[in-house]
């Protein structure tokens, strides 16, 4: 790995590190269930955008297949909390 790619790679894990940071503020503080679902949801990307770049950086593809399980649960588990908001039910 050169020199900038590792310095890009340890630059956007400290962004990604303060977003994460930021959306666990908002989903402990949010004033509406709508703004903890966001935020969750936005926590769940950034998981898998972290996950990608530990897997660049490390060459491995196990991290890859970490990222793909995160985002299909994080799909799921949005797609069921914005249901239980709008509904007041997951299954019916």
């Not at 950086?57 to 908001?85: M, N, P, W």
Request: net charge neutral; proline share 1%; charged share 15%.
């Amino acid at each position: 790995m050169t020199g900038l790619l590792a310095n890009a790679v340890l630059a956007s894990l400290f962004i990604f590190a303060l977003a994460m940071s930021l959306a666990l503020i908002r989903l402990f503080r949010g004033p509406s269930a709508q703004d903890r679902v966001l935020a969750l949801d936005y926590l769940y990307i950034l998981a898998m955008l972290t996950m990608l770049v530990l897997g660049i950086r490390y060459a491995s593809d196990t991290y890859f297949e970490g990222a793909l399980l995160i985002a299909l649960f994080g799909f799921v588990g949005s797609f069921a909390l914005a249901k239980f908001l709008l509904r007041g039910e997951v299954i019916e």
